[in-house]
């Protein structure tokens, strides 16, 4: 059975970091480019980093260039997301999702990823 299970989020102060992981069970993740959105209540579930299988190539929404670093254990079946710097409209459920294809080509539609977890909820808040 395959399962994306992310953990990490939390509350945290502006300013602060977190790190959220994506572990992977039931298939290899290193054959997948893996991506991470972000969906904040009332708004829709939006592209925040992708990296490709090998994690040679990298993509990042404007919004959160230069705070959060995607990257990935292989070996570890695991993706990680990085985040520094927190702001408050960082606030959302963070999910990862797993392509059919090794690439970030069409990282930002939906409909590019086979697999999807259930979410960790990142609340950015003084």
């Known amino acids: 059975q395959v399962q994306l299970v992310e953990s990490g989020g939390g509350l945290v102060q502006p300013g602060g970091s977190l790190r959220v992981s994506c572990a992977a069970s039931?298939?290899?993740?290193?054959?997948?480019?893996i991506a991470w959105f972000s969906q904040a209540p009332g708004k829709e579930r939006e592209g925040v980093s992708c990296?490709?299988?090998?994690?040679?190539?990298?993509y990042y929404a404007d919004s959160v260039k230069d705070r959060f670093t995607i990257s990935r254990d292989n070996a570890k079946n695991t993706v990680y997301l990085q985040m520094n710097s927190l702001k408050p409209e960082d606030t959302a459920v963070y999910y990862c999702?797993?392509?059919?294809?090794?690439?970030?080509?069409?990282?930002?539609?939906?409909?590019?990823?086979?697999?999807w977890g259930q979410g960790t909820q990142v609340s950015v808040s003084s």
């Open positions: 999702a797993a392509a059919q294809v090794n690439i970030c080509g069409r990282w930002l539609a939906r409909n590019t990823y086979a697999f």
């Open positions: 039931g298939f290899t993740l290193g054959n997948s480019a």
């Open positions: 990296i490709s299988s090998s994690g040679v190539t990298t």
